[in-house]
T-cell receptor, first 114, second 110 residues
């Protein structure tokens, strides 16, 4: 158990809909990262938050947004969903926002868009 | 932008054979991390390399960071079925975020 909690574990929704994925980082970790992993693909970095503020942005679509709340949990909002958005979405956390800190991954949320 | 490549994409070995995956960056890295993802699981941190030419060992796993800090390798000696999974390298560049390689998927035949 990495200490990072993601909910829900599975999500099935229709095209055009909007969903929210939730992540609770390890206790004490200030930094949260979101990644998308499509079938047989690597990890695509979406966005990073550090202590409530956006720290870095990757290949995140305009239909997607995220935020980190004062209690440090984070939510990833996906809207106007398309079939191609079906993927595994991972949240990871680290103690600090530097690249030389180990990241702990949650179990992921498997999103299926039908 | 920064790119991180890994080869091979897939590797099938017989149990007991050795395995190596290579990671190459288009830019000089400040550090590199390796993660393992079991089938159906999530990435798990294995190790971090920071110094040029650094070599670290974890039991049957040997990790190397190139002298120019642009490449790295992971070598597994005498693979076991428990080694099955996808191995990702992630290149860190100070001031930017980690870039993950596409991963090498290892299959071990008993």
């Amino acid at each position: 158990d990495s200490g990072v909690t993601q909910t829900p574990k599975h999500l099935i929704t229709a095209t055009g809909q909007r969903v929210t994925l939730r992540c609770s980082p390890r206790s004490g970790d200030l930094s949260v990262y979101w990644y998308q992993q499509s079938l047989d693909q690597g990890l695509q970095f979406l966005i990073q938050y550090y202590n409530g503020e956006e720290r870095a942005k990757g290949n995140i679509l305009e239909r997607f947004s995220a935020q980190q709340f004062p209690d440090l949990h984070s939510e990833l909002n996906l809207s106007s969903l398309e079939l191609g958005d079906s993927a595994l979405y991972f949240c990871a956390s680290s103690a600090e926002g530097r690249v030389d800190t180990e990241a702990f991954f949650g179990q992921g949320t498997r999103l299926t868009v039908v | 932008g920064q790119q991180v490549m890994q080869i091979p994409q897939y590797q099938h070995v017989q149990e007991g054979e050795d395995f190596t995956t290579y990671c190459n960056s288009s830019t000089t890295l400040s550090n590199i991390q390796w993660y393992k993802q079991r089938p159906g699981g999530h990435p798990v941190f294995l190790i971090q390399l920071v110094k040029s030419g650094e070599v670290k060992k974890q039991k049957r796993l040997t990790f190397q960071f190139g002298e120019a800090k642009k490449n790295s390798s992971l070598h597994i000696t005498a693979t076991q079925t428990t080694d099955v999974g996808t191995y990702f390298c992630a290149g860190g560049l100070r001031g930017q975020n980690f870039v993950f390689g596409p991963g090498t998927r290892l299959s071990v035949l008993p």
